[in-house]
């Protein structure tokens, strides 16, 4: 439906709903509005419009939003989920909209829930299995994106290099994180992809207190304090735990190296 010489973009919020009207409530994000950035870009569009959800947006009537989209955007056709609802109280809905563009000869597609199993993907589903530690059914809803962490590698305590495993530690992003534990992952880093133990939580055998992510790369020395670090493709691989000694923790990062590898996905 799109027409020629006209350009495809997407308007979506900075922050959740909630965040405004339930603050406290509202859940924690699968992508930082810079991923959710790059995503779009990857997918064609041209255009972004990042908003925030604020007492002007949730209180606008549907007639208001429309109008907003197409007199002041210089919206010509609107894709939206068949179930999508907007304006003041949720009062708008696909119906809605159909009606409208229909008289101002605005394109409009309402596009059908996706499901997978049956049940209908959506990001409540998705955000129960990354907590839950899930990443390859979360990975699946996703499609080919998956779930990804995305940081700047900070200064740690150093006890990696000590411990025969020196570690990245990445800035953790403002989203959901996975449960705590030991994950295998692929890193990418300067254009190359490596295989990855990851380590999420408060590092309970130094009596951590502070979720950390600590990423260690196969066959890498290099120190990159101060870049990017991106982490995806993560498979739960174990729970973190204290153990009896030291010598007992080394003996199982060594044995976690060991059965790590590209994943397959066959």
């Given at each position: ?65 429309l109008d907003l989209l197409v007199d002041t955007l210089g919206v010509r056709a609107i894709v939206v989920g068949s179930t999508f609802r907007f ?180």
């Amino acid at each position: 439906m799109r027409r020629p010489g006209s350009r495809s973009g997407v308007l979506t919020f900075a922050d959740h709903p909630a965040s405004f009207l339930r603050p406290g409530s509202e859940p924690p994000l699968l992508c930082t509005s810079e991923e959710r950035a790059d995503l779009f870009a990857g997918a064609g569009f041209e255009e972004c419009f990042l908003a925030t959800f604020d007492e002007c947006v949730a209180t606008l009537s549907p007639q208001a939003f429309l109008d907003l989209l197409v007199d002041t955007l210089g919206v010509r056709a609107i894709v939206v989920g068949s179930t999508f609802r907007f304006g003041h109280k949720r009062s708008g809905d696909a119906a809605t909209m159909r009606e409208y563009c229909a008289r101002r000869g605005i394109g409009f597609v309402p596009v059908e829930n996706e499901t997978d199993g049956g049940e209908r993907i959506s990001s409540t589903r998705i955000r129960r299995l990354v907590a839950e530690g899930d990443l390859a059914g979360a990975d699946r809803l996703l499609g080919g994106t998956g779930y990804e962490i995305r940081g700047s590698v900070e200064l740690g305590a150093g006890r990696g290099h000590g411990l025969g495993f020196p570690t990245a530690n990445v800035r953790p992003p403002d989203k959901l994180l996975p449960k705590d534990g030991v994950y295998s992952a692929v890193a990418r880093y300067d254009g190359r992809d490596r295989v990855a133990l990851v380590s999420i939580g408060s590092n309970p055998q130094f009596g951590g207190t502070r979720r950390t992510v600590e990423a260690w790369m196969r066959d890498f020395h290099q120190t990159i304090y101060g870049r990017e670090l991106a982490l995806r493709d993560f498979r739960y691989v174990r729970d973190q735990k204290l153990f009896a000694t030291v010598d007992e923790l080394i003996d199982q990062m060594q044995h976690d190296s060991e059965v790590i590898a590209f994943p397959s996905y066959g």
